[in-house]
């Protein structure tokens, strides 16, 4: 354990596929109930920087501390890891033979050993939070794909994780889609949950977050508060960025 | 003997085989001699054990075949190194080497023994028909999962990771339950291939049912066509009613389809 001014504490990370580095000495801290939120242009690496944290990416320089844990050391339990960090997908990844419940339940049954009961109550529960009451039994193909992430957040939620990861969770909604996904998180937020976001939404972003770190090819250009980031921005970068963003709104 | 169900399937059957005569297949439908169709009748019970025969062959080697071809399939999509190495080449060694030779290595070269299990026994070339067909069964089943295994998106395996299944746990609970499904089309292929290939016993003195159509024939040269239609009919109630009980494991099994990502 430690205190809370170093929840999750990334420093220098650095990553490279093959000869090419796409993260290079990254560095940022949150606090146990922050919202982090990565921005940046498709390839800035901040997806990567994402999954660097419950090591679906593999970091090869830096440290990142959970919790007062390594998680890059080479001894740590990556399954130990990932039942305590909860990851929503862009593409929902949701299991496709299962349904609603099934893929909810899949994680308390197998990984946390509840029984059959106990694992259907709490998916239950979850899809409830998630507002997904009537669709238990339906099969991910025959949800919207806003009901689809919604499922995918349930998921992640059952395992009871300490920090939640979303990578791009509503950019391959359609817009009409996107709002229940956003209320859902803005539930999350609003109990306490620590989230790190790698989002597009910049309103969202701007409401919920309490640090702002924009990524430009691998390395952090600018971070701070939303205000000072989408208001004030210090680098040119950063302000580039925010223009051609706010001309697709 | 002659019952209306009887004739109704050889002549069915008589659509799908094709003998070399001059007459077109219409003169066909109800053709032979009575007294030549008695002749088979009368031996129905000789060709139905030849039946069992093949449908014992059939099954014990598909068994055997799902049995060692599973984990075949998945050691070609998950393993690697030595392992890898040894299982893909051993299955295209099987693949590219005709039944009958098969057949006739286990029999007549590694010479397996006798298997006795208490209540009954299963005679060396029985074992040797089982092993034959079943690795070869083996040996192609592995592709069909291979395919059907590196099908699922690679994005379901990740997600059961990300959730905190193991590597194994996740390829068990997320990527075979799908795979398996997927695999029944190949599947119904594979059990026809099987069942067909049964014939082939003949090499090491199996008397399945095509073996003893042979011997029946020989002894009344004048009901080759009777008995020929016979077991053809005999071999399309196999299949046919196999690939329907697949195509409705199929269907009560399927994973809705849709825009699912």
């Known amino acids: 354990m430690s205190d ?45 920087m994402l999954r660097c944290v419950n090591r679906l990416a593999e970091a090869q320089e830096g440290s990142i501390l959970l919790d007062g844990e ?58 409830e939070r998630v507002g997904l009451g009537e669709q238990f039994d339906s099969y991910p193909a025959e949800l919207s794909g806003g009901q689809q992430q919604r499922v995918g957040i349930a998921r992640a939620l059952a395992m009871e994780p300490k920090l939640m990861l979303f990578d791009e969770p509503t950019s391959a909604l359609d817009p009409e889609l996107i709002g229940e996904v956003l209320e859902v998180m803005h539930g999350l937020v609003d109990e306490g949950m620590t989230m790190l976001v790698v989002t597009h939404e910049m309103s969202f972003a701007r409401e919920v977050a309490d640090e702002i770190v924009f990524l430009d090819d691998g390395r952090v250009v600018e971070r701070g508060p939303p205000e000072q980031l989408f208001d004030r921005p210090e680098e040119e970068r950063t302000g580039r960025f925010l223009e051609r963003i706010a001309s697709h709104d | ?17 094709e003998i070399p005569t001059g007459d077109g297949l219409a003169t066909l439908a109800f053709i032979g001699e009575s007294a030549d169709w008695d002749f088979v009748f009368s031996n129905a019970d000789y060709l139905g054990v030849g039946a069992l025969l093949t449908i014992g062959l059939t099954i014990a080697s598909i068994l055997l075949g799902f049995v060692v071809g599973f984990p075949a399939g998945a050691v070609e999509v998950y393993g690697d190194g030595l392992l890898k190495r040894v299982v ?17 290595v286990m029999y007549f070269v590694v010479g397996v023994p006798q298997i006795n299990l208490g209540v009954a026994s299963i005679s060396s070339a029985m074992t040797a028909g089982i092993l034959g067909l079943g690795l070869r069964s083996a040996a192609y089943q592995s592709q069909i999962f291979r395919a059907t295994l590196s099908s699922v998106d690679e994005g379901q395996l990740e997600a059961g990771r990300s959730i905190g299944l193991s590597r194994f746990e996740a390829v068990r609970y997320v990527v075979v339950p799908q795979a398996l ?78 825009e699912s990502a």
């Open chain 1, 4 to 48: 809370d001014n170093d929840f999750l504490r990334v420093t220098d990370v650095s990553k490279w596929y093959g000869d090419e580095k796409v993260l290079e000495d990254v560095s940022f801290e949150m606090d146990r109930g922050d919202v982090t939120v990565l921005i940046g242009p498709s390839g800035s690496g901040k997806s990567t």
């Open chain 2, 88 to 104: 893909s080449t051993v299955g295209i060694v099987l693949r590219g080497t005709p039944i009958v030779v098969i057949l006739i």
């Open chain 1, 70 to 127: 390594e998680v890059l050391s080479p001894d740590l339990d990556v399954d130990e890891l990932r039942r305590e960090v909860g990851m929503v997908f862009q593409g929902f990844n949701l299991f496709a033979h299962l349904t609603a419940v099934g893929n909810v339940a899949l994680g308390p049954r197998r990984v946390l050993g509840l029984s059959e009961t106990e694992a259907r109550e709490r998916a239950e529960a979850q899809l």
């Open chain 2, 181 to 258: 499904r997927r695999s029944i089309p190949g599947f119904q292929n594979e059990f026809t291939i099987v069942l067909k290939d049964t014939s082939i016993v003949f090499a090491i003195g199996l008397a399945e049912l095509l073996t003893r159509g042979y011997d029946l024939f020989s002894e009344q040269t004048t009901a080759v066509l009777e008995v020929i239609l016979f077991i053809s009919a005999i071999y399309f109630v196999l299949t046919f009613t196999t690939n329907r009980a697949l195509d409705y494991l199929g269907d009560h099994y399927a994973i809705p389809e849709g």
């Open chain 2, 1 to 17: 003997m002659s019952d209306p169900g009887t004739l109704a399937l050889a002549a069915a059957a008589s659509a799908a085989v």
